[in-house]
């Protein structure tokens, strides 16, 4: 069983930058496949980045090209989301979710994680 808490969200302005955690419990936490993902009200849930669970990999939305950045200390059991150049159309919850996916894939699709965080706002004001 894993559990996975957010924090780092908040009010920023457009251009901006905010660096989400994600503190995960589990001593195989090393070993999963990472993920994050955001909602905005009246949308599905989106990918925003991934990480394999080696940490090889990541992958990105084409909107969080160039900007965002995901990241993972496993001896801290945390994973990363550092956004620069957050714009309002970033406003959304975000999400850290986890699946026990061993090696060099990351997964983009919601359904492929097992494990969800609570989530934490972050809301750009333009």
Do not use: H
């Not at 160039?66 to 620069?84: A, H």
């Amino acid at each position: 069983q894993v559990q996975l808490v957010e924090s780092g969200g908040g009010l920023v302005q457009a251009g901006d930058s905010l660096r989400l955690s994600c503190a995960a419990s589990g001593r195989t936490f090393g070993s999963y496949a990472m993920g994050w993902f955001r909602q905005a009200p009246g949308k599905e849930r989106e990918l925003v980045a991934a990480i394999s669970g080696n940490g090889d990999n990541t992958g990105y939305a084409d909107s969080a090209k160039g900007r965002f950045t995901i990241s993972r200390d496993t001896g801290k059991n945390t994973v990363y989301l550092l956004m620069n150049s957050l714009k309002p159309e970033d406003t959304a919850v975000y999400f850290c979710a986890a699946t026990p996916f061993r090696g060099s894939v990351f997964y983009r699709e919601v359904y492929e994680y097992d494990y969800w965080g609570q989530g934490t706002q972050v809301t750009v004001s333009s």
